[in-house]
């Protein structure tokens, strides 16, 4: 294979591997959280729990989310198209920038 082929064969892969990775964290959060809530509301004991359920039943659940939504935007984060957008206004500055301070330097030399 050619190296520009090589590179984005690559890519590609990794990209496969960190989809399939959130789509395994989410199975295994949502596995393991309705567990927790299950037992936590006595559904396996017969003793299950009536009226409001209390915060403490859904922390596990409600911090481990905030995780699985970083992981998520990590990702994907390519078909946000704000973060995108931001990540190519901000390259844009820099590299406007960059030529500003070398133009201005080029200029004071000469």
Known sequence: ?????????????KKV???????THLTVYILIN???IL????VFSGKFVTGMPLWG???TPFFWGIGLAFHALYVFK??????????????KEFIEKEEKEF???FDKDF
């Open 34 to 36: 309705t567990c927790i």
């Open 57 to 59: 039943y859904f922390t």
């Open 17 to 23: 591997k960190e989809i399939k990775g959130f789509y």
């Open 1 to 13: 294979m050619e190296p520009y082929k090589e590179d984005k064969y690559e890519k590609a892969q």
């Open 78 to 91: 390519d078909k946000f198209s704000l973060l995108k957008n931001w990540e190519e206004r901000k390259i």
């Open 39 to 42: 037992i936590q509301l006595g």
């Open 103 to 105: 133009k201005n330097n």
